[in-house]
């Protein structure tokens, strides 16, 4: 056991043994005074500053126990601290603060909430505790001005990459300091012990064990000093796979100039955008994607792709919203440094933020993410990209792109239930058939879905049954549109369509030139409820209803003819009637029509038209 040191002014951390294996081992706080154990300390790993406090009492500055769980899963924290604004104790893998896994007690006014903060220094990232963690308390005694947490963590949690395996020895880090705007200060004095610490030992740590901790060196990938992430200039010749940056390659023994697919990421200098290289072996496309989820959709997407020029590559950013892509266009997400297309293998180097606030599309790489890396063909005449050539590869957890260096490991992503089969394949556009090759080819490249127009084009439709005059404009209106009398049983000129009756009639049509889009079919398990009863592959569907449950109840049944909606083929020219049945009278009723595809977001005000309705007086139906 090493010496206790006697110089009170520096910080001690002292790790308590009791209840050993044949013995009964009752350690003492004040080396000059026997005490017992402090109640924080019994049966655990104890750490208290200064060395002669109790935990009880309130006169430490800091103080941890750390135990195992009754299930062995898991780690027990009874943190304790004196401070203003936060206390907290975390796992490095080095010896300076940066890149660690923290667990903080914040003070927020007279509550404490525990959250986990991890990044680098100076760009520290604060969330809540995540799956695998318990809160069991969290206080502040206002006498003592203690600030006081406990928690559980899983020993290993492979899903999220930020927490730490704690089966493994790290170095400890022990801080506290003031909030900034509710956020953790760490420029205060923090700890770290001189060793790696497995918390599962019980081990008496000297003075000489602990030191001040450090900023986070910067690494140097020349000894010129470049600015160039990818230095040195021969990158692909390079072997050494995570040793200077993140990467990931496939397969994954091959070398760089021979790979299939290969990545490699690095964060710049700023620490606030990520510099990638993707290189592989195509004659079309390659990308990468990230995504929240292992399935191939709503991801945020870079495409390299074989461009027109010979030995040009274009490189798109794009989001996949459920079946289709939508291109991001705003020259702050990318900067692409080189592209190039040579003898069959496809290059693109690129710079992205990490995160863009007013961008919803553009993912926010501070937090971890799935990576899918995929390849594929395009049209021969038009460079179009077409479905991908084998399933994309997605990496086996959540990649942290806030670490330095490390091995993607990245595996098949049709594996499993969550393997990544999506509602559409990664890198497929809605598709018709291209001419040279009569495989699918995407077509509809970054094309939204066409508006939707109402017939009369009025917003809002308010008549009185009794005087022809308040409604005979609408019904020239949908005439001049619908002359046939017999095209409709109840909607159609013979009849007034509708309005006479106050069983009011719209039509509804598409605006533009629908030719440039077309709608993509849902898979038979993908079948929205609200359409299941009605749905037919060739036709698009469409649905109406009140825009509010309060609605709903006033405007009563709706009949839409035909009842399988447009035909998907002809968007042109197709059109459906929309009739209510039974709409109160003297009441605004607010109407919301829907069109159905696998490439329509209702979520972005696709595919979908507003209008409100009012009958006024009454009549006979």
């Not at 995570?242 to 690095?266: F, H, L, M, T």
């Not at 690129?350 to 395009?378: C, V, W």
């Not at 991908?388 to 091995?407: D, K, Q």
């Not at 990245?410 to 969550?418: A, E, I, K, L, Q």
Request: proline share 7%; charged share 25%; net charge positive.
């Amino acid at each position: 056991m090493a010496k206790m040191p006697t110089k009170s002014s520096l910080i001690v951390l002292v790790i308590w043994l009791s209840g050993c294996k044949g013995q009964n081992v009752s350690p003492k706080v004040d080396l000059k005074s026997t005490t017992t154990t402090p109640k924080l300390c019994y049966r655990s790993a104890c750490y208290l500053q200064p060395a002669k406090c109790n935990p009880e009492d309130g006169n430490c500055r800091y103080a941890l126990s750390v135990k195992e769980t009754s299930d062995k899963k898991s780690f027990k924290f009874n943190l304790r601290g004196s401070a203003d604004g936060f206390v907290a104790v975390g796992l490095s893998k080095d010896k300076f603060v940066g890149s660690d896994d923290m667990v903080a007690c914040v003070l927020n006014e007279t509550k404490v909430q525990v959250k986990h903060i991890y990044g680098e220094y100076s760009r520290l990232h604060v969330d809540d505790l995540i799956e695998g963690a318990t809160i069991l308390k969290a206080t502040y005694d206002r006498k003592n001005k203690m600030i006081h947490c406990v928690f559980t963590r899983k020993k290993i949690l492979k899903s999220v990459p930020q927490y730490f395996n704690m089966k493994r020895k790290w170095y400890l880090i022990f801080a506290s300091g003031a909030l900034k705007k509710g956020m953790p200060l760490m420029q205060g004095p923090q700890r770290v012990t001189k060793r790696k610490v497995s918390l599962a030992k019980h081990v008496l740590y000297a003075e000489t064990d602990i030191k001040p901790a450090g900023k986070p060196k910067t690494d140097k990938l020349d000894k010129g000093g470049s600015t160039d992430p990818f230095q040195p200039p021969d990158f692909l010749k390079l072997n050494k796979c995570g040793k200077y940056e993140q990467c990931a390659k496939v397969p994954d023994d091959c070398d760089w100039n021979k790979c299939d697919i290969s990545v490699r990421i690095k964060e710049n200098k700023t620490g606030d955008s990520l510099t990638f290289l993707l290189a592989g072996k195509s004659n079309g496309w390659i990308a990468l994607a990230f995504s929240e989820d292992k399935k191939m959709n709503e991801d945020d997407v870079v495409f390299c792709i074989r461009g027109k020029t010979e030995g040009r590559t274009d490189v798109k950013q794009a989001y996949s919203a459920r079946h289709y892509m939508e291109e991001i266009t705003s020259p702050d997400n990318l900067m692409v440094h080189s592209s190039s297309y040579v003898d069959g293998y496809i290059s693109c180097k690129f710079t992205r933020k990490k995160n863009i606030p007013e961008n919803d599309k553009t993912f926010n790489l501070y937090r971890p993410h799935y990576m899918f890396l995929g390849y594929g063909p395009i049209t021969s005449s038009i460079h179009r990209p077409m479905q991908h050539s084998v399933t994309p590869v997605i990496s086996e957890y959540m990649v942290n792109f806030n670490s330095s260096r490390g091995v993607i490991t990245m595996t098949d992503g049709s594996d499993g239930p969550d393997g990544g089969t999506g509602p559409l394949p990664f890198g497929a556009w809605p598709f018709d058939i291209d001419e040279d090759s009569g495989l699918p080819a995407a077509s509809q490249e970054f094309v939204d879905p066409p508006n939707l127009q109402l017939i009369p084009d009025k917003a809002v439709i308010s008549y009185k049954p009794t005087v022809p005059s308040t409604y005979m404009k609408y019904v020239r209106a949908l005439s001049m549109f619908l002359p046939d009398s017999s095209a409709h049983a109840t909607c159609n000129p013979a009849t007034k369509f509708g309005y006479a009756s106050g069983c009011p009639c719209v039509i509804i049509t598409f605006t533009g030139n629908p030719k440039e889009w077309a709608p993509l079919p849902y898979l038979p398990m993908l079948i929205p409820t609200t359409i299941k009863d009605v749905y037919v592959d060739s036709h698009l569907p469409l649905t109406c209803e009140g825009k509010t449950n309060a609605d709903k109840r006033i405007l009563g049944s709706v009949v839409v003819t035909p009842s399988a909606g447009f035909l998907s083929d002809d968007l042109v020219n197709s059109f459906v009637t929309v009739q209510m049945m039974s709409p109160v009278e003297n009441v605004s009723i607010r109407i919301v029509c829907f069109t159905w595809a696998a490439n329509i977001d209702h979520s972005r005000s696709e595919g979908r038209i507003n209008f409100t309705v009012k009958i006024k007086g009454s009549a006979k139906h």
